[in-house]
């Protein structure tokens, strides 16, 4: 079955809003088998929605439409799909009581403007949502079910996974898969992998770049492929060919596979960082779980803190500079020190726009781990722009303490 | 002109890679008065390309198509342009030659799979890429001008600044603008502002509920408004209604106005982070220029960083827990006075999955600022989920600072 995806939202296609829902909806489709082949946004207008609709009716079997089902007046997607479908709207008694109880139990009288939520369309089912106040739809037409959905991601994934994935059914062909490197470009990578994938013929096969590496996609040539687990040979052969290089599958991510290691191993890791200014510690956070492991991190954007919180030597300072191979290892050493963690790691780096000289330019960082192996550091020139050196350099920084514990476990 | 954004790429509409690309091109052409209508997203299949292309063309003056430009076999979209506008290509051997030295002089050897990016479709212009190595192309079409542009952000964005919007020409009518507003629900403030909005019957508003607050968006009802200012009073009259609730315009971060700030007064600033997990600073040094006041953070997630780097007693952890308004409170001051910052902000809370408990349950936050006035604090209830409870918690931090430093300031 085609599907493709509708966003409905001024915020939207004016780009004040980067569109999330599109991407989550596609990707819990995919292991129902379905795949979507369009995804398409339209301002909060009659007439642009209609457009919409019109071009993909009959081409499409499913159309997952969100946006515009709120309480405020620009939100006006319900009486566009009622127009399409030529259906009244009827006010559900039952369903505001409801609400106007719910509010009560937060303690807040429920504004009137809320009372548009409560009009249900004659011609659609009711799908619930069990998070918020607007309610699911679906339409169908002859040859395409229409079902539309509030855009608040919260509540749009609410009724995805409670009300219309359950009515989809079950997925057919092979599932697919995502290889994800650090440490190659992209060229390179593809150069390293042509025989290897020379050898599946029916798998089909993206680069994906992003700062933190590059994402390989394999997927089959067709949903009901004649091969069934070509796709996981494929990964496998991958993996194989690129060793380290490759850190997990799909939705991995180094961060988590640092703190799942570290669990299992009853380890704790303390973190000094100059240059990532709070995101290695942020992306080890974002990891339910990280409380097991992380015990914290310094980030030590002065030089007095530098010396003072984590002990890096005055002298070092002095003679090689805060941006420095010799102060990102005594970073790593001295947050390990203080924090009293098994593992200390350590970035320091010229992120910019301004602080670069010539010899040492914007884009420049260091990265350190210490460990019960001792300490191992690298140097690394890095796109100069400030949020992707800080994504890069944070990313290397956790890849580094990877490679690090892996060596151990060898 | 109405216009459309095409982008390209299995990635994308498998929802693998959100798409940013096209919210930033929307963004770009707003100021010169370009509105884009519609945005696409198709994959990476010549048939789906060719169709979007033809539902697009006639019905659109401009069309900026990203993607599917480099190197990789999975890169086709220039194959289909040259089917739809039946042009041939042309291997450009200057190019080539300086592709290769561009290589050469980082001493790479250039890899064979990059020649199809000298291949330039004799029907096209070519829009020169200044830091990367896949050409921009112009089609035209009797009604539609066709922009074809790489994928990669850092390459669509020089040629967009460097190539396009010059040749675009200058805005028409009223500027859109953002009024980004903190701590005040969505249907509240749609209430509040009711009576203002009435008198601006000429500007159109939007409501975009976010985890850092409710933006509003105003915009012109039509490009060329017959009274222009329009826009800029009603934002004018809202900020004056919010007062303190509203923070910026358009694209202003708490973060940046915190940094300013304090760079103006000559301030520095500490942070103690326990359930933000380096968020906070993490945004902080995002703004070019928080050397100048951000001393560090510390990240105390485990309870013995609390007492040994924050100075946080260990009577009150034990009486109070590590969730509460005393050791939050205790927390700012002990930044500050172990960094040694004028001010010293703290964050604790349940961010979840695990943690929670019928006193204390997941969601819950306290955050607290220490100034040169005293100490403040904040209990909070948020979204019980792990990384909106993060981002809602970091921003409500930086904002109770934004207001401290205001009551100073009056």
């Known amino acids: 079955m085609k599907a493709a995806i509708l966003t409905i939202g001024e915020e939207l296609i004016s780009g004040f809003t980067v569109d999330t829902n ?171 992998l042509e025989s290897v994938l020379a050898s599946f013929p029916e798998v089909k096969v993206a680069f994906l770049p992003e700062y933190s590496g590059v994402n390989i996609r394999l997927w089959p040539e067709s949903s009901g492929n004649k091969e069934p687990g070509e796709v996981e040979s494929a990964a496998r052969a991958i993996e194989t060919e690129l060793g380290a290089l490759a850190y997990g599958r799909d939705q991995a991510s180094i961060g988590k596979i640092v703190v799942e290691a570290l669990t299992a191993r009853g380890e704790t890791l303390a973190l000094a960082e100059s240059c990532t200014g709070g995101l290695v510690a942020s992306l080890v956070t974002d990891v339910p779980g990280a409380s097991k492991v992380l015990l914290g991190s310094v980030v030590a954007y002065s030089n007095a803190v530098k010396e003072q919180q984590l002990g890096v030597s005055p002298e070092s300072m002095r003679d090689f500079g805060a941006v420095s191979d010799v102060v990102v290892r005594e970073m790593a050493a001295g947050a390990q020190a203080a924090l009293g963690g098994t593992w200390g790691v350590a970035t320091t780096g010229i992120s910019g726009p301004t602080g670069g000289t010539p010899k040492k330019p914007v884009g420049l960082a260091y990265i350190a781990v210490a460990g019960p192996g001792g300490t191992v550091s690298k140097e690394m020139h890095l796109a100069p722009i400030r949020l992707p050196h800080k994504a890069a350099t944070a990313q290397a920084a956790l890849n580094l303490l990877r490679l690090e514990i892996l060596r151990l476990e060898q």
Chains 1, 2 share one sequence.
């Open 22 to 192: 599109a991407a989550w909806i596609a990707q819990a489709l995919l292991p129902i088998g379905i795949r979507v082949v369009e995804t398409v946004s339209v301002g909060d207008d009659p007439e642009a929605i209609l457009g919409a609709l019109e071009r993909l009716d009959n081409r499409m079997g499913l159309v997952i439409a969100t946006g515009g089902l709120g309480p405020t007046h620009d939100d006006i997607t319900k009486s566009a799909f009622c127009r399409y479908f030529d259906s009244a709207l009827e006010f559900d008694t039952v369903y505001w009581d409801s609400l106007v109880e719910r509010f009560a139990s937060r303690g807040v009288v429920i504004p009137e403007n809320n009372r548009s939520q409560a009009e249900v369309p004659v011609k659609a089912e009711v799908l619930p949502n069990s998070v918020g106040s607007a309610l699911g739809l679906r339409f169908r037409s002859p040859q395409t079910t229409f079902i539309l959905l509030p855009g608040v991601p919260l509540e749009m994934k609410a009724i995805m996974t409670e009300e219309v994935l359950p009515s989809l059914g079950k997925r057919t062909g092979d599932k697919w898969i995502t290889v994800r490197t650090s440490g190659i470009f992209e060229s390179a990578l593809a150069e390293r």
